[in-house]
């Protein structure tokens, strides 16, 4: 499933996807069961470091993590290029071969299209 995809579902879908049951969740998360129902009813929102462990153990973004708890998270940049995006950079920096791709990141990351100025 692709990540545009997953940016629609359920916590209990991206968990179910996950291949995970609460209870395996909750192991290793070291939280309590009742915590995940809540994060998965709507009734609780996990702190910032346990939104941090949870993407992480459903292997998404925590923008993908905001949508699937209803979380406003249109504002909220993604987490990287878009090929679209990468292409746009590669153009602007007369990047035509992969091997032309620079050592530093930094330098793409500094383009208009990376979405960040240093």
Sequence with gaps: ???????????????????????????RMNVGIRIIGDWEKGEATPRFDRAIALARELGVSLKTLAKSMRLEASNVPDDGLTLAQLKAVCSE????????LPDDYL?????PHGGTND
């Design 1 to 27: 499933m692709d990540q545009e995809n997953k940016e629609y579902q359920t916590l209990k879908s991206l968990r179910e996807s996950a291949n995970l049951t609460q209870p395996e969740l909750s192991r």
């Design 93 to 100: 920096l007369g990047i035509e071969l992969i091997s032309d």
């Design 107 to 111: 330098q793409l990351k500094r383009s």
